[in-house]
């Protein structure tokens, strides 16, 4: 007996190359979407929350995804120096920016030839609604290694105490990298971050970035829809290998836990250790994360950005294709925007 998939037109299709970085996955959604209307990137996000939001519940949500699932949609560009437009979704919505995302969705337009390695000194140029992003690529013995450089990247509050449901008082930073993260030293509140104590991350990201929610008023100096708190960073000093500069855990949306060490909190990151510890440009950092995967970091410039100190930060890593896939949605399926059982 054989089936043939051809036999399923009548239904309604939807493509994706899903691929991951350094252990985080990202469904990127190649065909099935209608048009996305809007000037702007910030606009045409806005557009999928109003409109499409049905079709990320369905993309992302089980039985197609799974509550740590993470997506991105390919879109014309809005600037005149970008390749294309790109926008982030996950279970609770849609984020600002994703280095992760960046790093595979640049990986996969390469490997399927949609575009070339761009020459020494040029860049792939992504429009995110957190801005512009600059993307390198190239290939070290048959392995393609991709870099970007993020939007400015700086520090929102230092050193800011908090008390929290069932851990106590904690002191916390606030960073941007194109979303903002309180970043939480896991070592000072006796916090493992390894995967067995995968529930108890959970509980206690999310609680952290409710009392700091509810204690601190975040506002972009430019876009009020970047005005929110996305996740929280644990950091540790415990790394598998002595190179390693830390490792992050982040639990960010409604309780996602980022398999990467977060492309976005690393950036952040460089804006918290060039005030903290001094680090200077050009100097290059490991960050290991919860599963091993690694992401390296070097700070490229400072600058002001909006009246602000602020670095640019160039974040590498590595990402892999996992699969094509062609999903369907029968119009009398009982779940057709899925559902979440942990």
Aim: proline share 4%; hydrophobic share 40%; with cysteine.
């Amino acid at each position: 007996m054989q089936f043939n998939a051809n036999n399923l037109n009548h239904y309604k299709s939807y493509t994706t190359i899903d691929a991951h970085t350094e252990g985080e996955p990202l469904r990127i959604i190649s065909e099935g979407y209608p048009e996305i209307i809007g000037k702007t990137m910030l606009e045409k996000r806005q557009y999928l929350l109003e409109n499409l939001d049905h079709l990320r519940q369905l993309l992302m949500f089980e039985p197609r995804g799974h509550a740590d699932m993470y997506g991105a949609l390919i879109t014309e560009p809005c600037s005149h120096d970008a390749d294309f437009g790109i926008l982030f979704m996950h279970n609770e919505g849609y984020s600002s920016m994703c280095g992760h995302g960046i790093i595979a969705a640049v990986t996969a337009a390469i490997e399927t030839q949609a575009l070339n390695i761009p020459k020494s000194g040029n860049y792939i140029g992504i429009d995110s609604p957190a801005g512009l992003i600059k993307a390198y690529a190239s290939r070290d013995n048959s392995k393609l290694k991709v870099s970007f450089d993020n939007v400015p990247s700086f520090v929102e509050a230092l050193d800011q105490q908090v008390m929290v449901e069932d851990i106590g008082q904690v002191t916390y930073d606030i960073a941007f990298g194109g979303a903002y993260y309180a970043f939480v030293d896991a070592d000072e509140l006796e916090i493992d971050c390894t995967p067995d104590n995968l529930q108890a991350l959970i509980n206690a990201g999310r609680a952290i970035k409710k009392a700091v929610m509810q204690s601190v008023e975040i506002n972009h100096p430019e876009e009020k829809a970047l005005s929110f708190l996305y996740g929280t960073i644990f950091t540790s000093k415990k790394t598998d290998k002595p190179s390693s500069h830390s490792r992050h855990v982040c639990v960010f949306a409604d309780g996602e836990v980022d398999r990467s060490p977060t492309g976005t909190g690393v950036s952040a990151r460089a804006a918290l250790l060039s005030l903290k510890e001094n680090l200077k440009e050009q100097t290059s950092i490991d960050i290991e994360s919860i599963v091993g995967g690694k992401m390296s970091f070097s700070i490229q410039q400072k600058c002001t950005y909006q009246g602000i100190d602020a670095v640019i930060p160039r974040v590498s890593g590595t990402a892999f294709i996992t699969g094509v896939h062609q999903f369907v949605l029968d119009d009398k399926d009982i779940f057709p925007k899925g559902f979440f059982l942990r």
